[in-house]
């Protein structure tokens, strides 16, 4: 009996390259994953039951400590507060730019994504430098919509009752626009055939929206809400630098995270810093797991 050998399969032979080239590029995320994120967590954990000596098992003595300190549940409240406006204006308005984009001609959509996209540019500190600049009626290019809030003065506007709203405007104009292109890709991938069959069947653009579009990209939105959260709890950068400009006007413990800031670098209590940060990732992943599970988003559609 005769036997013939047969050149290995080409997409064998071709799988391997590929592999080796996927592993190779997300090695590097994975490096900065491990190193960045994982590593400071473990670590963090560690410190939040450890006693504040360094040594011994603290247990939850550094959350309890935290909680009851008299600053913690203000701050809470304040996050809690920003949280709710961020996350209620982020969906129906990131949701309602994106309908409107994704309805209109090609060439209207493009101008639209553009200008939707550029406050993403300065993100971060260089967002709330630009704010400082805009929220003081001396010198804002909008001082005629403070002054008909009856503002006159920085420190008018930035009032400690109106610090959650601004820190939401703030949060929205640096965040939402890349999130309306992820929307309006969405949308996009939404099958031609169906919008065509609704159209046909005598459904209007409201109806379009609400009964197919909106549903269609509902894991999209849950997606959005589970960073958007993760991100506004962690919130710090805008408090701080307000705080800074206000000379002290501003409670400087705000939110958590500056708590957790003062605890380190004030109170050189990095045990209680980190009780606070796991709180925070406990929070974050909670609220992740009922959004998940709500709405169903690794199931498969």
């Not at 540019?121 to 001396?138: I, K």
């Not at 601004?166 to 626009?177: H, K, P, S």
């Not at 408090?239 to 109170?267: D, H, K, R």
Request: with cysteine.
């Amino acid at each position: 009996m005769a036997f013939t050998h047969r050149a290995p399969s080409v997409t064998v032979a071709r799988r391997r390259p590929r592999s080796v080239a996927g592993y190779a590029f997300v090695s590097g995320y994975a490096v900065l994953l491990i190193g960045l994120g994982a590593a400071p967590t473990v670590w963090a954990l560690v410190l939040a039951f450890q006693k504040s000596t360094g040594s011994g098992f603290a247990g939850a003595g550094n959350f309890v400590q935290s909680f009851k300190d008299f600053r913690f549940l203000p701050a809470v409240e304040h996050t809690g507060l920003y949280l709710l406006i961020w996350l209620v204006s982020l969906v129906v308005l990131v949701v309602g730019l994106a309908l409107v984009v994704h309805t209109r001609g090609k060439r209207t959509s493009t101008v639209l994504r553009f200008v939707y996209y550029l406050p993403g540019a300065l993100a971060g500190a260089a967002s709330v430098l630009v704010w400082l600049f805009v929220l003081d009626p001396a010198v804002s290019p909008i001082s005629f919509l403070l002054h008909g809030f009856g503002w006159t003065s920085f420190n008018q506007v930035i009032a400690p009752e109106h610090l959650p709203y601004v820190f939401a405007i703030m949060a929205f104009w640096t965040g939402a626009g890349g999130w309306i292109l992820v929307m309006y890709g969405a949308l996009n991938n939404i099958p031609s055939e169906l919008m065509e069959a609704a159209r046909l069947d005598g459904a209007s653009p409201w109806q379009l929206a609400l009964r197919i579009k909106i549903p269609m990209i509902r894991k999209w939105i849950a997606y959005m809400v589970i960073l958007a959260f993760a991100t506004g709890s962690q919130l710090f950068v805008e408090p701080q630098l307000v705080s800074q400009a206000s000379g002290g006007l501003i409670n400087p413990t705000w939110s958590p995270n500056q708590l957790a800031y003062a605890y380190a670098f004030q109170l050189n209590n990095f045990n209680g810093a980190s009780a606070i940060s796991i709180d925070l990732l406990v929070l974050g992943l909670i609220c992740a797991a009922l959004i998940v599970v709500r709405t169903g988003l690794f199931e498969a559609s």
